[in-house]
């Protein structure tokens, strides 16, 4: 039996979003459930408010089902959405690692690319969400040629020299708010 690599998103993002949504809902419901204490709409805010909450758990448990899977014939990469892609690994290419430079920002965050023959991107992880060091144990599992570029790129640049590497949206220019 082969050893199988998984990775997961930062965990520290899932604190960082339950305290965000926090800090905008529990006013807010806080004011709700004081105004409406004496009347018939208490029960409604109660119920959105066991929404609300119920919606943030699941959200938590999406998150938390969130990975990248290597093992010794192929990559299993679970989505936010909980869609389950497989992927051979005698599909991958090349592997590039990248520092992308978006506008606005003030540093450069990681980018693996895990690509096939015509340069599409079979698994892509982002600095903002998955850890500098699981990118290197996914690019050390992969028995594929890896390019490292020495200098960061912009979006605009990645537009231009490969965009089928990046999401349907960044490829859209006008659709970006950057």
Known sequence: MTDVLTVKPRRALLGQGLLAAA??????????????R????????????VV??????????LFLSVEVRVSGDEIV???????????????????????????????AHPQLFVLDD??????????EYWGRH??????????????????????GELQVTNPHMLYWFERKPTLRSE
């Open 52 to 61: 609300t909450v119920l919606a943030a758990a699941v959200w938590a448990a």
């Open 118 to 127: 015509d340069e599409r991107a079979l698994v892509r992880l982002r600095g």
């Open 23 to 36: 800090m905008i809902v529990v006013p807010i419901f806080g004011v709700l459930l004081w105004l409406s």
């Open 134 to 155: 699981d990118m290197e144990l996914l690019v050390g599992r992969l028995r594929a040629p890896v390019q490292r570029l020495q200098h960061p790129v912009t979006l």
């Open 77 to 107: 990469r679970r989505t936010i959405w909980g869609r389950r892609v497989t992927i051979p690994v005698s599909g991958v290419s090349r592997s590039l690692v990248l520092d992308l430079h978006r506008t606005m920002a003030t540093q």
């Open 38 to 49: 004496d009347s018939a709409a208490f029960p409604y805010v109660v119920g959105l408010l």
